[in-house]
Nanobody
Framework: AQVVESGGGLVQPGGSLRLSCTAA????????VTWHRQAPGKERELVAT???????????TDMDSVKGRFTISRDNDKNTVFLQMNSLKPEDTAMYYC???WGVGDFWGQGTQVTVSS
């Protein structure tokens, strides 16, 4: 089983991207899902968290520098967790990773690259 991220790319400052985290063999509604990011030469950081739940919902943005700009949400009908990123800045450039955890189940994706540059 694995989780797969998508939606990254090159965007100009001030632009938006929506990242998706899906899993073919997992029911993401059972999992707490987090988005993390890692910029070159830096440690991986927690960006946002959404708890398990049977209803589609919006989670919590953990990173102060993205509060008010990034939103984590889940759509259980699509078995997908999203990270909506608005007003992107060059310092948001990083590899973004999805992490799903429930009990002993612990799955990381391969990441999707986000580059914010003019």
């Amino acid at each position: 089983a694995q989780v797969v991220e998508s939606g990254g790319g090159l965007v100009q400052p001030g632009g938006s991207l929506r990242l998706s985290c899906t899993a073919a063999e997992l029911t993401l509604a059972w999992y707490s899902v987090t988005w993390h990011r890692q910029a070159p030469g830096k440690e991986r950081e927690l960006v946002a968290t959404i708890n398990s739940g049977y209803q589609s919902a919006v989670g919590v943005t953990d990173m102060d520098s993205v509060k008010g700009r990034f939103t984590i949400s889940r759509d259980n009908d699509k078995n997908t967790v999203f990270l909506q990123m608005n007003s992107l800045k060059p310092e948001d450039t990083a590899m973004y990773y999805c992490h799903a955890k429930w009990g002993v189940g612990d799955f990381w994706g391969q990441g999707t690259q986000v580059t914010v540059s003019s």
